[in-house]
T-cell receptor, first 116, second 115 residues
């Protein structure tokens, strides 16, 4: 079945530094990848949608200069949290889809980011 | 845009009983409705999904029903077990997963199965 690998699973960083999170589709080519943010006891909120080779589409209220998304290949998307602050601490989850009639969405295992 | 409402927010059942979680959606163009189980500190895992051309789908103890007219879909878990305890999310999407098809999630239901 479709497998999405996300890492790191957790990271602690100092305020002002940048953190990169990787999302890889291991056994399929992902036409589109999605990045979500989840606060404790809340639902998943879509941050951005990225297609391979194109600029990401960000949801309203998400700072594109703070959350840099790169989708350089059909199997890899990265989210970089730049100049991280404590309020950026959250659980970040990626999802990938093959699109078309195959469809479906496969989620990564998530990354717990703590900014101190 | 699409809006997905999910009820109840918490559900507690005895082991062996059935659990039902209900969701409604607003956009009649949505045609793909997955259900995810999320355990603490992990990403969501797909447990069952249904497409708009089907009214019901079953996989062992889990079933999903879809009423397109009323725009609601439900998750049914029979013979619940303690390991079913988790947060369950419903979601809706406008297509099977193409570039326009981002998932809109409900707010989740915390299911607790008491031994």
């Amino acid at each position: 079945g479709a497998v999405v690998s996300q890492h790191p699973s957790w990271v602690i960083c100092k305020s002002g530094t940048s953190v990169k999170i990787e999302c890889r589709s291991l056994d399929f080519q992902a036409t589109t990848m999605f990045w979500y943010r989840q606060f404790p006891k809340q639902s998943l909120m879509l941050m951005a949608t990225s297609n391979e080779g194109s600029k990401a589409t960000y949801e309203q209220g998400v700072e594109k200069d703070k959350f840099l998304i790169n989708h350089a290949s059909l199997t890899l998307s990265t989210l970089t949290v730049t100049s991280a602050h404590p309020e950026d601490s959250s659980f970040y989850i990626c999802s990938a889809t093959r699109g078309g009639f195959v469809g479906g969405y496969t989620f990564g295992s998530g990354t717990r980011l703590t900014v101190v | 845009g699409e809006n997905v409402e999910q009820h109840p927010s918490t559900l507690s059942v005895q082991e062996g009983d059935s659990a039902v979680i209900k969701c409604t959606y607003s956009d009649s163009a949505s045609n793909y409705f997955p259900w995810y189980k999320q355990e603490l500190g992990k990403g969501p895992q797909l447990i069952i999904d249904i497409r708009s051309n089907v009214g019901e789908k079953k996989d062992q103890r889990i079933a999903v029903t879809l009423n397109k007219t009323a725009k609601h879909f439900s998750l049914h878990i029979t013979e619940t077990q303690p390991e079913d305890s988790a947060v369950y999310f419903c979601a809706a999407s406008q297509n099977y997963g193409g570039s326009q098809g981002n998932l809109i999630f409900g707010k989740g239901t915390k299911l607790s199965v008491k031994p």
